[in-house]
């Protein structure tokens, strides 16, 4: 049986590969519905919405790809379009994002899906790549699962 590790790991944001990835997780939660009833002398559910999220850090890294951390940040971070109101600024962008396993299969595993960057942050140290780290929620289910 195989395993995999981090060097296996892939990320592609809108279709290419981002350039120097430091970590990626993905989550998948299913909320509950309560179907108890008062005659009832345990608590029964069914299934509920699924939600589906995650985090990438990715080294502020530039290739001649061009796919790298700026690219994600670009999508959430918006200068404002109007000098004087403060207050004013494009909308944030959506990006498919393929959290990928480089298997030994020619597509290898994966998750795809439609995101909604949710937080970035920057993060330098003296002595330290500077690297960004993004969190996103996927806006409904994946669109595609090879897993």
Known sequence: MAFY????????????EAARVRSWSYSATQATLDTT????????????????????ALWYYADDSGNDASTLLRKLIKARTVGADEGIAPESERVTLRLKIQDQTIGGKYIE???IITSAA???????VLSADIAFEFN????????
């Open 37 to 56: 009833s008062l005659a009832d002398t345990d608590r029964t559910v069914t299934e509920g919405i699924r939600s589906h999220s995650g985090s990438c």
């Open 5 to 16: 590790s981090g060097t296996d790991g892939r990320l592609l944001i809108d279709g290419q």
């Open 122 to 128: 920057l993060a330098m140290s003296v002595g330290e």
């Open 113 to 115: 899906g439609e995101a």
């Open 140 to 147: 409904g289910a994946p669109t595609e699962v090879n897993i």
